[in-house]
């Protein structure tokens, strides 16, 4: 049996220096429900990286209650059923803290399976840390008290990519929308749609499509081509923005790209020389932020054997979020309180090389600084054994970046 399909692997600290001491209290278990096989492997990977080297830094700080915090690790597959399934079973596990970020659709199921279960198992409470899934009902009509999201949305990431573009004057005036057709590809054509007037565009064709079944993307890509587009707009990830790359590098396209996740690992090697002039919005860029952020680039390449990219910023950074919170909630019987620590996660704020990061208590949306980046060869970081990276055109504060809370959001709170 693969080691993925286990129901349950505990990551403890790397130096075990707790193994030896007594158990003196119920540890705070953290369940990271994440895609760790099939085709959008790769990403849930990514995830389970950043948590466990966040881990890994909580731990070597005391833990909580003078006991490591436990990682659990299952794999969901890629589904909404296998995440169901794994959550049932992280719950059985005792597992107090749910981690997943690859997927809106998978995000969705867990916040809903949260919210019924902790309806039901009152003094049992899970929370959801949600480092990834930026659908916008997550913190409209689904919002709830127990999910937390630290990764933007779909607002957010379109309103400050073509403020970044328009800086760098290359957004041009034709835009062609390419999205998944599910819930955070639909926010990103909306969002792409309703921005005309702010980035002086018009969109000349919108494309949704399957997602994670597309095998080639050439015939997307000569509907671009044949639109005139200057500028492609895309919130596509995983496989289905690898894919898009190499039939854009294959059929020569001469329209740029402003992504969400062109920072993905593997997108610049299959794009090659054509990835040189496109455009990504990111929670990160080491670039951006002077030494701070050099020291956390060369400690996370120390501790895990690359640099950081992709979702691994924002998850971190999410998961010392976690971390604030649980230092500011004491123990209640020698057990984390979830309640409580709810409350105090609410508050949380930390500083980033970025700039700022808080918690909006009004629909659990974190506040985020964001960066427009464009990929040339003068950038200080190179990425996928390439002579190209990713260099800063934009920083937006948090207070910047940020799109109003929704009206949608009605969240309860427990008495």
Known sequence: MNKLDLPAIAVVSALGIFSAMPASAAPVKIGLVETLSGPQASSGQAYRTAVRYAIDQINAAGGWNGEPVQLLEYDNQGGPAGAADKLKAAAADGVQIVVQGASSAIGGQITEDVRKYNLRNPGKEMVYINVGAEALELTGEKCNFYHFRFAGNAEVRTKSLIEGMRKANALGTKVYSINQNYSWGQDMEKAIVDDQKLGGYTVVEKTLHDVNKIQDFSPYVAKIAASGADTVITGNWSNDLLLLMKASKAAGLKARYGTVYL?????????????????????????????????????????????????????????????????????????????????????????????????????????????????????????????????????LTAQQASTPAQATCKMKRPA
Do not use: C, W
């Open 263 to 395: 920072d993905q690992p593997g997108n610049l090697a299959n794009a090659g020389e054509l990835a040189v002039g496109n455009f990504v919005v990111h929670t990160f860029n080491a670039e951006a932020g002077g030494d701070d952020a050099a020291q956390f680039v060369d400690d996370y390449k120390a501790k895990t054997g690359h640099i950081p990219v992709f979702v691994e910023p924002q998850t971190f950074y999410g998961m010392r979020m976690v971390a604030d919170a649980l230092k500011r909630t004491p123990p209640a019987n020698g057990a984390l309180n979830v309640n409580e620590f709810a409350k105090a996660l609410e508050t949380a704020r930390i500083p980033t090389p970025m700039g700022e990061i808080s918690m909006r208590a009004s629909d659990h949306q974190a506040q985020l600084p964001m960066v427009v980046s464009t990929v040339t060869r003068d950038a200080r970081y190179k990425v996928d054994g390439t002579d190209m990276g990713f260099k800063p055109v934009l920083l």
